[in-house]
């Protein structure tokens, strides 16, 4: 079963706008609130990329839409891998086929060759709608994969991270995921290939812990959730509430752990740019 | 060697206040041991103690969490909870090691890597990261014994190894148990019931191949410590054997498995 069929070459534009197929069933009417300000708009001002006209939050998107947002020349890779499901989780077969059906995706990651705004690189791009974007052992594959197969193509690689961290329906083999990946990235970046991480919403736990903060450039979409620990529990750790904006990408840039954040509508762009100024100069 | 606890009691047993201590596991297994401190980086994180030391008539460098023994220590090391400042005096021991040719041992008891707003703020995610991709790149033998809790990323940093070892009384797992009952059940008092379905028992993860070797765990101490630093000197000689690249393949194969 091939998900996605390679879609034929269309030239790509630094701000194309994207196609709206998977915004069709909401009516351009609807009033909708934003979940970072709280101000609410017309779902119609969000416009093609779902951003807040207020605040420059971007809405939570599925794999494939932020797929059809940066390009239509793709090719998916490892679509056909399946969990073995090392727990013998009850309940955990419905719940993948729950998640499959929701996203069109085997795990939750979607990952392949792309052509963003002329440049090619390896892409992954994480899903929140699938369990809300866990790492498990397939996510785990694919993404050691997509970095293997980067090098011997000598690609760049392209992370859109976003998840709940290490998926414990799957245990101990979920949390190996970080160590094989990180092994992977090692590999890859010894190369001196390029890396590039961009941290979307939410971007939590073991993935920040791995991953989401080896690129060699680090970027964040505007009010991004971005920890490792969750915020409850370092509250009830500390007994003291947090700031509201203290585990967000822009916090985190003050402390010295992003490099730039770039607003969705930018972010094809910015990617072709560094990915060009990250690649060897031809002799 | 039967294990006839069930996954609650190993928890229990994991996390019992006779568990050998980090100070009397280095001082029963290592001569020598000079403790090194500090991050280079502004930090010195007491949750971990990193030093060098001789076992038996070879240099080594050792990595371990603490929990500490007396109020104090408990409360300075946030019970064996380290912050990013700890992953990071790991990370510099390491690389130390590395330079010149010491194997590195580890030994963890940790619930995790703590959940604090400076350790936020101080890029605990980061900390981790880096000691997790520093595995690539360490030509040395490299053994990691858990010998208590093994929580989550906060272990793992510590136990990306040739050799991975677990106490026969310890647990290795994505989350505590509580925690996966009261995500799953929305109940953490159901945290036995999850421990049963986690497979975070040393048997359990032997037979994933997440881990190699049981220690067994003889309430005599001296015993406990003889055996193990007999494993240690064997593996230790056997590892040798590997050349830095060699080793670093055979680490990369380990992992690539999963
Ligand atoms: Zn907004």
Redesign the pocket.
């Given at each position: 079963m091939n998900l996605f069929k390679r879609k034929p070459y269309v030239e790509t534009h630094p701000h194309r706008q994207p196609e709206r197929h998977f915004n069709q069933k909401v009516p351009d009417n609807m009033f909708i609130q934003?979940?970072?300000?709280?101000?609410g708009?017309y779902y119609k001002a969000f416009g093609a990329f779902r951003v807040?006209?207020?605040?420059?939050?971007g809405m939570r998107l599925k794999a494939q839409e932020r797929l059809d947002m940066l390009t239509a020349d793709y090719t998916p890779w490892d679509t056909e891998l399946q969990t073995k499901d090392p727990l013998n989780f009850p309940g955990y077969d419905q719940k993948l086929a729950k998640a499959q059906a929701a996203t069109g995706l085997n795990d939750s990651v979607w990952t392949g060759e792309a052509r963003i705004a002329g440049a090619n690189v390896a892409l992954g791009i994480m899903d929140p709608f699938f369990i809300m974007g866990s790492l498990g052992t397939i996510t785990g594959e694919k993404i050691t994969r997509l970095f293997e197969r980067a090098l011997n193509k000598q690609l760049p690689v392209v992370i859109f991270t976003a998840s709940g961290g290490a998926r414990m329906q799957e245990g101990m083999p979920a949390l190996m995921q970080m160590a094989k990946i990180s092994q992977a990235v090692a590999r890859h970046s010894a190369a001196g290939l390029f890396y590039l991480t961009i941290l979307t919403d939410p971007t939590t736990g073991g993935v920040t812990a791995s991953f989401a903060m080896q690129g060699d450039i680090i970027a964040a979409e505007p009010?991004t959730l971005v920890g490792f620990a969750g915020r409850r529990v370092i509250e009830q750790t500390i007994h003291k509430k947090l700031p509201e904006d203290f585990q967000s990408g822009e916090n985190l840039q003050k402390h010295g752990f992003v490099d730039s954040i770039v607003p969705r509508e930018k972010l094809g762009a910015f990617i072709a740019q560094v990915v060009r100024l990250n690649q060897p100069e031809e002799e | 060697m039967a294990q006839k606890k069930t996954a609650a009691e190993v928890v229990q047993a994991a996390r019992s206040a006779d568990k050998i201590s980090t100070k009397t596991l280095i001082n029963g297994l290592f001569n020598d041991f000079v403790e090194l401190h500090g991050d280079r980086n502004g930090g010195d994180d007491p949750a971990i103690i990193g030093g060098i030391a001789r076992l038996g008539n070879r240099a080594v460098t050792v990595i371990a969490t603490q929990k500490g023994e007396t109020v104090e220590e408990k409360i300075a090391t946030h019970y064996g909870d380290p912050e990013p400042e700890g992953y990071r005096k790991a990370l510099r021991l390491m690389r130390q090691a590395a330079k010149f040719n010491r194997p590195i041992i580890t030994l963890i008891n940790t619930a995790g890597a703590y959940p604090g707003a400076d350790a936020e703020a101080h890029g605990q995610g980061e900390a981790i990261a880096a000691l997790l991709q520093a595995s690539y790149d360490l030509p040395v033998p490299f053994i990691a014994t858990i010998f208590g809790e093994g929580g989550s990323g906060g272990a793992l940093a510590l136990a990306c190894a040739d050799e991975v070892w677990m106490f026969e009384n310890s647990i290795y797992s994505v989350l505590s148990p509580e925690g996966f009952a009261s995500i799953l059940w929305k109940d953490s008092t159901r945290a036995d019931e999850a421990a049963g379905l986690m497979k975070l028992t040393p048997n359990d993860l032997l037979d994933m191949k997440i881990i190699d070797t049981i220690i067994p765990e003889p309430a005599n101490q001296d015993r406990l410590l003889k055996n193990l630093k007999k494993k240690l000197l064997l593996k230790l000689a056997d590892l040798s054997q590997l050349s830095g690249e060699e080793l670093i393949q055979k680490r990369l194969a380990r992992f690539r498995e999963f």
């Open positions: 934003c979940p970072h300000c709280k101000e708009a807040c006209p207020n605040c420059g939050y009010h | -």
